[in-house]
């Protein structure tokens, strides 16, 4: 079976007391988090290859986390250890609404070098899913040196831009909206929101943001929207693949379970059926909707059959 290779931040999420916000919180359930380690972990709970690419900090939380990645079976040969592990804090207030603190570590540092990704067979996939690599530093950097390896090696590339206003200040807008079309110009499959669609191509309507999208240069477009469904763009035409409706406890990394079920059946097959593996991907994202913790609520492949029968 192909790997599949995730580069990006693994870091440790902190989730508050619900409805209390940070400042009345006073407890906190600690899971491992960060969307690109969220996709290997949903790749690897499935029953799949995923290799993990990254740097945690030389404390515990570190210890933690690459212990938590090697408990599910991902290859963690390429990460690093050095400073402090990145930390972020969450919690929903009174009204619902998400309160947020991020506290970055030495996740932005990380970098490697050409030879130990001597693993790197074209035949693999490379997905880019970071929510802080392209705030800047060397991990934007080896974010873009990983970039123009994949796109040398003739790999599949995935790009999910991961959008968040918590992160993106308005003075980096402008630089993250280019690094975004970047990455989509030479993506194979891109993944978005609806809300990231929009802000990417500046359209509101979301059919001239698919449009938009695949003349930067995506071959296939993907739009989740939630209990409807997702669509698709490419060149079989633009069309909604159904989900199911479910009863949602927390949708945290949910998206991220859905890119990791499309490149787990991506990396089974020679060639794609969209159709089939985007409906997979919808159930795997609903699925993931009915627990709380993202990598906690992620199945395996015994459970994703107990709930789809």
């Not at 695949?214 to 060149?235: H, P, R, W």
């Not at 015994?302 to 029968?309: K, S, T, W, Y």
């Amino acid at each position: 079976m192909k790997k599949i290779f995730c580069i990006g931040e693994l870091l440790v999420d902190f989730m508050g007391q619900s409805s209390q916000g940070l400042v009345k919180s006073n407890q906190f359930a600690k899971f491992a988090g960060g969307a690109p380690a969220n996709v290997a972990a949903a790749v690897s709970k499935l029953g799949g290859q995923a290799v993990f690419m990254g740097q945690v900090g030389q404390d515990s939380f570190g210890e933690y986390l690459l212990a938590a990645l090697a408990e599910l079976g991902i290859d963690t040969h390429l990460c690093k250890r050095e400073g402090k592990t990145t930390l972020a804090f969450v919690a929903l207030d009174a009204h619902g609404e998400r309160d947020f603190e991020f506290y970055r570590g030495s996740d932005g540092d990380y970098q490697f070098a050409e030879f130990e990704v001597d693993n790197l067979n074209s035949e693999d996939i490379v997905h880019f899913g970071s929510a802080t690599a392209l705030m800047g530093g060397r991990l934007r950097t080896s974010y873009f040196q990983l970039l123009e390896m994949a796109d040398a090696n003739k790999n599949f590339i995935s790009f999910d831009p991961n959008y968040r206003e918590d992160l993106i200040s308005a003075d980096m807008m402008a630089n993250y909206l280019h690094d975004c079309k970047t990455f989509i110009s030479y993506a194979d499959v891109v993944k978005l929101s609806e809300s990231e669609a929009q802000l990417i191509s500046g359209e509101d309507d979301l059919d001239k943001a698919l449009a938009y999208l695949q003349y930067v240069g995506a071959k296939t477009v993907i739009v989740t929207l939630g209990a409807k469904g997702s669509m698709i763009a490419n060149a079989q035409g633009t069309r909604l693949i159904p989900s199911r409706k479910i009863t949602q406890v927390d949708s945290t990394g949910a998206g991220d379970a859905f890119v990791g079920a499309l490149l787990f059946k991506l990396a089974q097959h020679s060639e794609p059926n969209w159709d089939a593996f985007v409906a997979f991907a919808n159930l795997v994202g609903a699925f993931s909707c009915t627990n709380y913790g993202a990598i906690k609520s992620m199945p395996t492949m015994r459970q994703f059959l107990e709930f789809i029968n």
